[in-house]
């Protein structure tokens, strides 16, 4: 089995766990992009089989959250699974929270969360945190791309619309809204709704997966190994260069000349998917092949 399962993870089980399933049940090689917290629920895209050679090149790792701010206290992993750092002190108004947000869209700066899987030494930060020792994180670039307002949520929440970038820590973006506001906040709730190309409305649930590998048809929930780089231009090889994009060859770039230096496009024989390619002058250069070489 090749391709991506568009999973719906659900809350209390780990990013990691979702993908062991898929494994037991393909007996494929398997990954993830987009790691979640183990509370939050959502798009968790499963690369399975040779899928799995286009983590790093996927063109798309933009991602889209519905997430709740709780102006209930500040905690130390941001989240509602944390302890109380900084108690409640007011809950704001809704066009007071609306100017607030003004500030947190387009690029800014986030400070990556004591517990997070970020790691330091080798040793994932969290580990370092649940032991009592000091955690330092450095500022970093991200892009916010699009924060809403949306409903209140009882006497102390709101729900939250954003569509950011790769490597945005919803929960810090709560906490530091929270801190902009002199309102303590957190997280409560997390979904994804997309990652890239793979939307909440089309994914399946554990439950569906399980129920189609006992059925025997697991692999007709799979995506193809194309799904996610339809932003890619498309070629498809003339007979005589087929056997040099099987083998990840080096291929002439007339082939597609209006591809520009460092731009990306995909390569197939008819209807299969060899990989993806990059222009480096007169050559095209093979970022990732998907039809050569050993799974292991």
């Known amino acids: 089995m090749n391709g991506f399962l568009n999973l719906l993870k659900p809350p209390g089980m780990s ?13 494929e090689r398997v990954g993830h992009a987009g790691t979640l917290d183990p509370e939050a629920a959502g798009v968790l895209p499963i690369m399975v089989g040779r899928a799995t050679r286009l983590l790093d090149h996927l063109p798309d790792k933009s991602k889209s959250y519905a997430a709740e701010i709780a102006f209930s206290g500040a905690t130390d992993t941001q989240d509602a699974q944390g302890k109380v750092t900084e108690a409640a002190v007011r809950v704001p108004e809704r066009e007071e929270i609306e100017k607030a947000l003004c500030a947190f869209r387009g690029m800014i700066l986030q400070r990556p969360p004591a517990y997070s899987a970020l790691k330091q030494n080798g040793v994932p930060l969290y580990a370092l945190a649940r032991k009592g020792q000091a955690v330092e994180t450095k500022e970093r670039k991200t892009e916010i791309r699009s924060l809403e307002l949306q409903e209140k949520t009882g006497p102390d929440g709101y729900m939250l619309r954003v569509d950011c970038g790769s490597g945005t820590y919803i929960r810090t973006l709560c906490h530091d809204i929270g801190q902009a506001l ?3 906040a957190h997280m409560r709730f997390l979904l994804r709704t997309r990652h890239g190309a793979f939307s909440v409305a089309d994914s399946v649930t554990i439950e ?10 697991l692999e007709k929930l799979l995506l193809p190994l194309d799904w996610p780089l339809q932003a890619l231009p498309r070629i498809v090889l003339p007979e005589k260069y087929v056997k040099a994009g099987r083998n990840g060859g080096k291929l002439p770039a007339g082939l597609i000349p209006e591809l520009r230096d460092g731009e990306k496009c995909r390569v197939y024989d008819e209807n299969t998917l060899l990989g993806i390619v990059h222009r480096d002058g007169d050559v095209l250069r093979f970022d990732v092949g998907l039809t050569g070489g050993s799974e292991e």
């Not at 990013?15 to 007996?27: D, H, Q």
């Not at 569906?208 to 048809?217: D, F, K, N, P, S």
């Open 182 to 184: 002199g309102a303590p």
């Open 15 to 27: 990013s990691g766990a979702c993908a062991a399933v898929v494994k037991r049940l393909t007996g």
């Open 208 to 217: 569906e997966t399980v129920q189609a590998a006992e059925e025997g048809r």
